[in-house]
């Protein structure tokens, strides 16, 4: 292990800072219950989407995939721990790190709107989850990633969008 | 006949011994003042390769080169792969098998500047559904010590397109640049060594848009590798002629670079003439690496750079076949079979696989 790192910091270079944790995140938790949540329950949280655990971005919704919620209650609201879920793993797919630009607005927007291809499209018609920015499901979650902020208090919104 | 390197073995032919040790990227013929004007030789061969992995690869690849009136040689490949595979990195992404073909097109000049010195000149694109590479080579070798000797100096660099299947939006760009200083040695009449130093330097898009960081506690993330990476090689190889009809190749490279790879790769070569024409070749080669600083088997938290490529894991793999050759008087022939076994210590999805390779081809000389 010595003699490995000597001859990786003397022949290659430095070798450190490549296993560090990732920056804090900055994302609102009290934005993304109330304003991002909604969002992705309604529009990609569809069990034959992202509804189901086999996809990276897997989302957890009343009504489709739960976390250990009674078959006798599918619409209960989501649960604290769905939802800590959810933001996690939607924080994940936020950074630019990987492609320079937040997948979680490159995937679901139309590649004539400057999206990525997204299988999604394909499977149900041809038309993506965002046709534009424009669309009030877009803008919530560029503005989520962006910074913006609610306050602790707030109250889900029901208009997601088309 | 006497084997190719036998022939060869004479200080005036070392330019042959030395395009053997393929220390030069472009120089895999003679010294163009040792060819005479017309001559050349066309290639074809058909390899396929399988795993335990579900991938098949079937490689077509035709190659040809001439020498012109004026002291330049020149030559030009096409290449086919045909892939098919649905590895666990494809299935992993919730794709249920892929198919698709690369297409690479190549050419290089070889000048001979003076009767011992070369200089080479190569161009080749590549092409795939999601990956377009366009590199341009240059090197210059000379003969020393009254051909005992061959420096070879040689410098790269190459564009790569990265996209992403079905996704015009998606494009990003990795470029490298890379050089390379090479030695080869006569140290006595059935002794040639060689040593070579690469480096290189790579900039850009490094990960695979179609793996995913899946991590505890349902953390998920696309894969987000460094940006920039310096890679360094350092090979040393030995090729003895044992008797008249036994030739030994021996060689060892060590590999490191700034994301924390170091690895070994070993390789012995015995090959033995049955016949004046008929040659067999039997071939082991081993190769460990340690994993990249910043690859984990598995994330429990969100880190700065996190990747899930396998070839950048822990793993070590164990090559060994055997090659049969027949040299005519104008056609050679031969066909090899490889099989392998690979150990993935720390990757999670694949602990390891069985890999065979077959291959056949014919070569017309002029």
Redesign the interface.
């Known amino acids: 292990m010595v003699i490995r790192m000597l001859l990786v910091v003397v022949v290659a270079g430095c070798v450190t800072n490549l296993d560090a944790p990732a920056p804090p995140v900055a994302l609102d938790r009290a934005y993304f219950r109330c304003d991002v949540q909604p969002v992705l329950a309604a529009r990609c949280a569809f069990p034959a989407c992202h509804g189901s655990a086999r996809r990276p971005l897997a989302i957890y919704a009343p009504g489709r995939e739960r976390y250990q919620v009674g078959w006798d209650r599918p619409t209960e609201g989501v649960t604290p721990y769905e939802l800590d879920a959810n933001f996690a793993i939607a924080s994940g797919f936020a950074t630019t790190t990987a492609t320079g630009e937040p997948w979680l607005l490159a995937k679901p927007l139309a590649t004539r709107a400057g999206g990525y291809y997204h299988r999604g499209a394909d499977l149900y018609g041809g038309d993506d989850v965002f046709l534009t920015k424009d669309d009030p499901g877009y803008q919530l979650l560029a503005g989520w990633i962006a910074g913006a902020s609610a306050p602790a208090g707030c109250t889900p919104i029901t208009e997601v969008g088309p | 006949m006497r084997l190719q390197l036998i022939v060869a073995w004479s200080p005036a032919s070392l330019a042959l011994l030395a395009a053997l040790s393929a220390l030069s990227a472009g120089a895999a013929h003679a010294q163009v003042a040792d060819q005479a004007a017309g001559t050349g030789d066309a290639q074809a061969s058909l390899a396929m390769y399988a795993d335990s992995d579900k991938t098949t690869v079937v490689t077509s690849v035709v190659d040809g080169h001439v020498r012109l009136p004026v002291p330049v040689t020149v030559s030009a490949h096409a290449l086919v792969d045909a892939v098919s595979s649905a590895s666990v990195d494809v299935v992993s992404?919730?794709t249920p098998r892929f198919s698709e073909n690369r297409i690479e097109l190549g050419t290089t000049a070889q000048l001979g500047l003076s009767s011992g010195t070369d200089a080479t000149i190569g161009y080749t694109y590549s092409g795939e559904n999601d990956w377009q590479s366009q590199a341009l080579e240059l090197g210059v070798s000379r003969e020393l010590a009254h051909k005992n000797a061959r420096l070879t100096v040689g410098v790269g660099v190459t564009r790569n397109h990265v996209g992403?299947?079905?996704?015009?939006?998606?494009e990003?760009t990795l470029d490298v640049g890379g050089a390379q200083l090479g030695l080869a040695q006569v140290l006595g009449k059935k002794t040639l060594a060689t040593v070579a130093y690469t480096v290189s330097h790579a900039r850009g898009?490094q990960?695979s848009?179609y793996r995913?960081?899946?991590?505890m506690?349902?953390?998920?993330?696309?894969?987000?590798p460094?940006e920039a990476r310096?890679?360094?090689a350092l090979t040393g190889r030995i090729l003895q002629v044992i008797g008249r009809a036994n030739v030994v190749d021996a060689q060892y490279r060590l590999y490191?670079?700034?994301?924390?790879i170091?690895s070994h790769t070993a390789e012995v070569a015995y090959t033995r003439e049955l016949t004046d024409q008929l040659s067999l070749r039997l071939r082991v080669r081993g190769y460990r690496q340690?994993h990249?600083?910043?690859y984990r088997e598995t994330y429990d938290?969100?880190?700065?750079?996190m990747t899930v490529d396998r070839e950048l894991s822990t793993f070590w793999d164990a090559t060994g076949g055997v090659k049969l050759g027949w040299r005519g008087e104008r056609w050679d022939l031969e066909a090899k079979a490889d099989t392998g076994v690979y150990r993935f210590e720390d990757y999670a999805r694949l602990r390891g696989r069985v890999t065979v390779v077959t291959a056949a081809g014919a070569t017309w000389r002029w």
């Open positions: 992404a919730a992403r299947a079905h996704d015009p939006s998606f990003k898009y990960g848009p995913f960081i899946m991590m506690d349902r953390l998920a993330a696309p894969e987000s460094p310096t890679r360094h490191l670079d700034d994301w924390g170091l340690h990249a600083e910043f938290a969100p880190m700065r750079y």
